[in-house]
């Protein structure tokens, strides 16, 4: 076993932290703030260290999410602060969780976004204030409903602006506003 670097509870808080403020409260997704006031997220922390470990747990979740009513769980968090800390070993796995998909009959009724503390667009730097979109506190799995993001789209007909729209956001904001709004996130 891994020795804990946080409570579950902790990183839970954390996460929300991070979507309250930067998710939400930067408008990064404007279809976040509804399922987040109506609690309709879904949080677990996973325990794995291992990417077996986490395959096992991202399709434990992945169940559970298509099996739900929307009404009480519309999206699902898989934080893993202990398996696939490395970046591109993370995003190696987001091959193995589009294929679980894939393999559960559920590719085109859910799928995965991804965060990471260390998140990296290609062709970018690793201090690029564009990466900070998709930074999160812990490698986190975003599990969501297509039907869902469908709706999204249609009620909001410029969804195709919003990856444009959150790089001006965080270019105006810059790094070291990132860092007012996270001070605990600036690397040791």
């Not at 279809?31 to 922390?45: C, E, G, L, S, T």
């Not at 589009?98 to 503390?117: K, M």
């Not at 860092?179 to 605990?184: A, E, H, R, T």
């Amino acid at each position: 076993m891994t020795t804990p670097i946080a409570t579950s509870e902790e990183i839970i808080a954390s996460t929300q932290n991070w979507l309250e403020k930067a998710v939400i409260g930067l408008n990064l997704c404007p279809f976040a703030k509804a399922v987040h006031v109506k609690q309709q997220i879904r949080y677990f922390v996973s325990e794995a260290t291992t990417p077996e470990e986490l395959l096992q747990d991202l399709i434990r979740e992945l169940e559970v999410l298509a099996e739900a009513n929307p009404e009480k769980i519309e999206t699902s968090l898989l934080m893993h602060p202990y398996a696939l800390t490395d970046f591109l070993d993370y995003n190696e796995f987001l091959d193995i969780a589009d294929a679980a998909l894939e393999d559960l009959d559920l590719d085109g009724i859910l799928q995965v976004a991804s965060f990471h503390p260390d998140y990296q667009f290609a062709d970018t730097e690793a201090d690029d204030i564009e990466n900070f979109t998709n930074r999160s506190p812990y490698p986190t799995l975003h599990l969501l409903r297509e039907e869902s993001i469908d709706k999204a789209v249609e009620a909001f007909p410029e969804a195709d602006e919003i990856y444009e729209k959150n790089m001006q956001t965080l270019r105006q904001l810059g790094l070291e506003g990132w860092k007012k709004l996270f001070p605990s996130t600036e690397k040791k």
